[in-house]
């Protein structure tokens, strides 16, 4: 009775440091992302640069959603808010290079969410 015990125990002191093994894993993924001020500063420079290029999507850019991937900032710029023709492209910034560039229709995917 008293091994049934001990088997008990070590199982519960094995699985809560998988549990807090796992949580330390998903917090310290996200404390090693992007800073927020970088994040911020690629939204506003994706959206100034689509704002100053009208050929890459229209008028009126703003940014709908920023998240990072494979360590760029995308940036989802919209168009068109108001109008009946809404649509969005994404914009991809290096923070390395601090470089942007605007997938095409055939390489988006790789960037979305």
Request: aromatic share 10%.
């Given at each position: ?60 850019p703003f ?38 560039s605007a ?8 960037w979305e969410?």
């Amino acid at each position: 009775m008293d091994l049934k015990m001990q088997d008990r125990r070590v199982l519960l002191g094995v699985l809560a440091v998988v549990v807090l093994g796992a949580l330390g894993f998903f917090y310290m993924q996200n404390a090693t992302g992007v800073p927020a001020d970088q994040m911020r500063r690629a939204e506003s420079a994706c959206v100034r640069w689509f704002n100053d290029d009208r050929d890459l999507g229209g008028r009126d850019p703003f940014s709908s959603d920023v998240w990072e991937k494979d360590g760029s900032v995308v940036v989802e710029v919209g168009f068109d808010r108001g109008g009946s023709s809404y649509s969005t492209r994404l914009c991809v910034y290096d923070i390395n290079s601090n470089r942007m560039s605007a997938p095409n229709n055939f390489t988006r995917s790789r960037w979305e969410k």
